[in-house]
Every structure is written in C-alpha cells, then in structure tokens.
C-alpha cells in the first residue's frame, strides 16, 4: 500500500497542493514508492494525531486547511473532507488516486445485499427495496 496520512507535522502538504496525478502515475517525484499499489488513508486520533511510527512509514502526509475559529475538524468531518477531495481529484480528467474497485459481482452484490438487509428493521420494506434493485431473493434468504 501507499500511504498518505494526514498529519500536521511542519512537513506535512496542504491536501489541495498535491498533485495527485503525478503521484499515481509513476512520475519521478522524488518519492521511493511503487506508484501502482493501492492506497491506505490514515486519519489519526482527534487527541495525538497519528504515531511517530506511522508517521515515519507514510509515503506522505497532508494536512487539511481550515479558516475561521476552529482549531481542527473532528475525525469523521475530516476523513469525509479528504475522500471528497480524492473522489474529486480522480474525476476530474486526470488519474487521481482512486481506484474502481476489484470485487467480482459476486462479491459486490452480496455485500450490497447485507448493507440492506441490515439498514432496514421491517423485512416487507427490504424485499420491497431489494425489487427495486432488481434483486430477487430465495424464500429462505429473509429468515436470516
């Protein structure tokens, strides 16, 4: 994996001064990293960041700016911030660093089948759902 941590170290990159096309298109950029790996994004604690390890086994580290009075974002504001702005950096012409994923169908519908199952108390309302997708269940499914 490569890995990009945010961090507010004094090294650390603004995340939207990164070019994250070069980064991924195996450009010399100075960095000792195989450029076709997939990614891990690490998002330390809100209290001390993240380790001194990881921090010595990141490929990179970002930070994410802010304005106003705040003194930082909590975790889930600021891991949601960093995948739009990968998401956004990997649509918009150039190879960002997202990827499609690798699962087979299999595999995906079979999860995308759990999340809904679980996401919905009334078993009337999953199969109704589940229709609507398409899908259509063995008898036997919904006594899970």
């Known amino acids: 994996f490569l890995?990009?941590?945010s961090d507010l170290n004094p090294s650390s990159?603004?995340?939207?001064?990164i070019d994250w096309a070069r980064l991924v298109n195996d450009v010399d950029d100075g960095l000792d990293v195989d450029h076709d790996r997939p990614i891990c994004i690490v998002m330390g604690n809100?209290?001390?960041?993240?380790?001194?390890?990881?921090?010595?086994?990141?490929?990179?580290?970002?930070?994410l700016p802010m304005s106003g009075f705040a003194e930082s974002f909590n975790l889930s504001v600021?891991?949601?911030?960093?995948?739009?702005?990968?998401?956004?950096a990997?649509?918009?012409?150039?190879?960002?660093?997202?990827?499609?994923?690798?699962l087979s169908k299999k595999e995906y519908d079979s999860l995308f089948l759990k999340g809904l199952i679980n996401s919905i108390n009334q078993k009337r309302?999953?199969?109704?759902?589940?229709?609507?997708?398409?899908?259509?269940?063995?008898?036997?499914?919904m006594e899970l």
């Open 3 to 5: 890995i990009y941590a």
């Open 13 to 17: 990159v603004d995340i939207r001064k």
């Open 46 to 63: 809100e209290e001390r960041g993240i380790s001194e390890e990881m921090r010595s086994n990141a490929d990179l580290t970002f930070t």
């Open 78 to 88: 600021a891991t949601a911030i960093t995948l739009a702005h990968l998401s956004a």
């Open 90 to 102: 990997s649509s918009s012409g150039t190879r960002g660093p997202l990827r499609p994923g690798d």
């Open 125 to 141: 309302m999953t199969t109704a759902l589940l229709k609507q997708q398409g899908i259509k269940l063995p008898e036997d499914v």
